[in-house]
């Protein structure tokens, strides 16, 4: 078989007779012919050209392969004619609005406008991202809808998140593993710090993925949360500022925090040393100099590790995975989290809980959340982490997923989470994690 007689197979025209000269510029007759076998109309009937007359055998061949209609595919007609129907049977739809004020919908009742119910078009998000107050419009295609939500997004992403009145120091846990707690600490951090506010990581896992994700060294040689531990060296002398971020900076992990809770064991005051380490850094930095939020990775332990995040930190946030075994060590990590405000720390609490890895399409993960959100109301964020592959090839860069696809899904999502939790008050609902601890042990 040859080129010509695969490309007249496909009803396409003779790359001999009918295809233009390099570097010409296609005729007419060539275009009718390339696109006739999708079932384009002809944009112009009088032509006078060969190639779109019964003479051309090609341009035949190609009509019998377009079918004897020469208008739009049979799928668009019908689409037409289904969208035609629609309109004649009293459901809303969108006006020629009569005042400059709202636009109206027809079938509201009485026939007036509803200025309540507002109809956004990808045109008008376009046109002015921010002003996103309403409902798209069903007329736009699913691909423009979802065009227009990410343009929602990004263009938020300039705007600035509110800072907190003081800094909120945050400890990222649950001893699950595997449930999203390092994906979202460097990822919730990197947002704030995209939006205008200054934030801390602190590597608590001895495994070191935080600092990783960063793309920060964390060899054994290097200054390192251990050393703040251990030898009570400031950390100011450990932090490093992450690039690619004007206002974020990581205190990072090596493997010697794999035996740091043996050493822990024997010392003073083993379960408070990185509250004292945090609180005397804080206090050491000057004006404009502080920091909005102190994120602390835990590792997948409730060992003394987890411990002194716990005494550290004001505040929890879990990740919790959609899937049933995160749910069953949970209530552990809330008795823990008794004993500690019990004996250590008074003022912690559970503030925020982040449903990660959530697949809709299953009904598990919908099960879980309902589940989650039925135990824990208001704590539990709107937004969910869907499952992601550009989250997990993130770190393989030495980058968060902020950084290497700001337009995909898992980077929109972590940037509404973030946006939410710096929008919330900080007052956690305590009583729910007190009840939530009863029932599910």
């Excluded at 595997?178 to 979202?184: D, N, P, Q």
């Excluded at 004292?276 to 994120?295: F, I, K, P, Q």
């Excluded at 749910?327 to 912690?348: C, F, M, T, W, Y």
């Excluded at 959100?373 to 393989?396: D, M, N, Y």
């Amino acid at each position: 078989m040859t080129v010509s007689d695969a490309v007249s197979g496909l009803g396409w025209p003779d790359a001999d007779t009918d295809r233009p000269a390099s570097g010409a510029h296609p005729s007419s007759g060539y275009e009718v012919a390339a696109g006739a076998h999708l079932g384009w109309p002809d944009e112009d009937a009088g032509r006078s050209d060969p190639a779109d007359t019964g003479d051309n055998p090609r341009s035949q061949e190609v009509e019998n392969m377009a079918g004897s209609d020469t208008g739009p595919d049979p799928h668009v007609r019908r689409a037409a004619a289904d969208e035609t129907a629609s309109r004649d049977d009293g459901s809303p739809t969108l006006t020629a609005p009569e005042s400059d004020d709202e636009p109206v919908v027809e079938g509201a009742p009485d026939g007036r406008p509803r200025p309540s119910e507002r109809f956004l078009t990808a045109a008008d998000i376009a046109t002015d991202p921010v002003d996103t107050t309403g409902a798209l419009a069903d007329l736009d295609p699913p691909i423009a809808q979802q065009a227009a939500v990410a343009l929602i997004a990004v263009s938020r992403r300039r705007q600035p998140l509110p800072a907190p009145a003081s800094t909120r120091v945050m400890v990222v846990a649950n001893q699950k593993g595997g449930v999203g707690k390092t994906t979202t600490t460097v990822n919730i951090a990197a947002a704030l710090a995209g939006s205008g506010l200054r934030v801390l990581v602190i590597d608590l896992d001895p495994q070191g993925n935080a600092s990783t994700a960063l793309g920060i060294d964390h060899h054994a040689e290097i200054p390192s949360v251990y050393d703040v531990l251990i030898e009570e060296v400031p950390i100011g002398d450990v932090v490093v500022k992450v690039d690619g971020f004007d206002l974020l900076t990581c205190v990072p992990a090596t493997i010697d925090l794999a035996g740091a809770e043996i050493e822990l064991v024997s010392l003073v005051a083993r379960e408070s040393r990185l509250r004292r380490a945090l609180t005397a850094h804080l206090s050491a930095l000057g004006n404009g100099e502080g920091y909005d939020y102190v994120l602390i990775d835990c590792p997948p332990s409730l060992g003394l590790l987890t411990v002194n995040a716990l005494v550290g930190g004001d505040e929890v946030l879990i990740p919790i995975q959609c899937e049933y075994y995160a749910l069953e060590g949970l209530s552990q990590l809330l008795k823990n989290i008794d004993l500690v405000r019990a004996h250590l720390n008074p003022s912690l609490a559970v503030s925020t809980i982040l449903l990660t890895m959530f697949d809709a399409r299953t009904r598990l993960s919908a099960q879980v959340a309902e589940e989650v959100r039925r135990h824990f109301g208001e704590t539990v964020l709107s937004t969910t982490i869907p499952r992601s592959v550009r989250i997990s090839e993130a770190p393989s860069y030495g980058q968060t997923v902020m950084t290497y696809d700001p337009g995909s899904s898992g980077a929109l999502s972590y940037l509404e989470a973030a946006r939410e939790m710096a929008q919330r008050s900080m007052a956690p609902t305590g009583n729910a994690e007190h009840s939530t601890s009863e029932e599910m042990r």
